[in-house]
T-cell receptor
Framework: AQSVSQHNHHVILSEAASLELGCNYS??????LFWYVQYPGQHLQLLLK??????LVKGIKGFEAEFIKSKFSFNLRKPSVQWSDTAEYFC???????????FGAGTRLTVKP | NAGVMQNPRHLVRRRGQEARLRCSPM?????VYWYRQLPEEGLKFMVY????????ESGMPKERFSAEFPKEGPSILRIQQVVRGDSAAYFC??????????????FGPGTRLLVL
C-alpha cells in the first residue's frame, strides 16, 4: 500500500529564512503528487501539484517543489518565508488513475517575525 | 464558482446521538471524498463516492459510519451512536477528471465534531 512520510513534525524559522519540507512516498507506479496548506482554523488549500512533465513545479505564494523519482521525494521549498506562511503543510500522493489519496502526517511551520 | 461547501461547520453531540455531516461538491464535480483529521494528525481517507455509488470505503470504520451521495442533494456522512473518539474535523473534498484523466481534489472548510 502506498504511504507518505513527512520528516519534520514542526519547523520553526525566522522571517526571510529559506524553507525546505521533506516528503517521501512509497509506491512503485506512476504517481500524482500534491502539497496542500492549512492555515490556522481554515481548510486545506492546494499549493501545487505534479502530474507529469517538468519535475520542478511552481505553485502559489512563491512555493515550489521538485519531484525526484529516484529518491521517491517531492520536497517543498520557498527561498524566503514570511510570517504569513505559518501553517500546516501536507504532502499527498495518489497513483495514476487511482483516487485513493494518501496524506502525510503534516509539518507545522512556525515563522517568527 | 462556489467552492466545496460543508455544513455544519461545528457540531456538538452527546454520546449515543447521531451526527450528520453534509458536503456539497464544487459545481461540475462528480466525485466526493471524506477524510477525518484527528488532533495532531494528518488526514485519513475514509470514503470515496460518485453519484449514487460508493467506490471505495476502505477507510471507513466498519460500524456506526455510513456515507451516501444521492442523485440529488449533498453527500452525507452519518455517524450513529457517537463516542468521544469520534471527535475530530471531518473534511470533504470534490474533484473531477480533466482531459488527461487526472484529478485534483479541492477541500471544503470541514465540520468540527465534538462529542461530549
Amino acid at each position: 500500500a502506498q504511504s507518505v512520510s513527512q520528516h519534520n513534525h514542526h519547523v520553526i524559522l525566522s522571517e526571510a529564512a529559506s524553507l525546505e519540507l521533506g516528503c517521501n512516498y512509497s509506491y512503485g507506479g506512476t504517481v500524482n503528487l500534491f502539497w496542500y496548506v492549512q492555515y490556522p482554523g481554515q481548510h486545506l488549500q492546494l499549493l501545487l501539484k505534479y502530474f507529469s512533465g517538468d519535475p520542478l513545479v511552481k505553485g502559489i505564494k512563491g512555493f515550489e517543489a521538485e519531484f525526484i523519482k529516484s529518491k521517491f521525494s517531492f520536497n517543498l521549498r520557498k527561498p524566503s518565508v514570511q510570517w504569513s506562511d505559518t501553517a500546516e503543510y501536507f504532502c499527498a500522493v495518489n497513483s495514476y488513475n487511482n483516487n485513493d489519496m494518501r496524506f502525510g502526517a503534516g509539518t507545522r511551520l512556525t515563522v517568527k517575525p | 464558482n462556489a467552492g466545496v461547501m460543508q455544513n455544519p461547520r461545528h457540531l456538538v453531540r452527546r454520546r449515543g446521538q447521531e451526527a450528520r455531516l453534509r458536503c456539497s461538491p464544487m459545481k461540475g464535480h462528480s466525485h466526493v471524498y471524506w477524510y477525518r483529521q484527528l488532533p495532531e494528525e494528518g488526514l485519513k481517507f475514509m470514503v470515496y463516492l460518485q453519484k449514487e455509488n460508493i467506490i471505495d470505503e476502505s477507510g471507513m470504520p466498519k460500524e456506526r459510519f455510513s456515507a451516501e451521495f444521492p442523485k440529488e442533494g449533498p453527500s452525507i456522512l452519518r455517524i450513529q451512536q457517537v463516542v468521544r473518539g469520534d471527535s475530530a474535523a471531518y473534511f470533504c473534498a470534490s474533484s473531477s477528471q480533466d482531459r488527461a484523466g487526472q484529478e485534483t481534489q479541492y477541500f471544503g472548510p470541514g465540520t468540527r465534531l465534538l462529542v461530549l
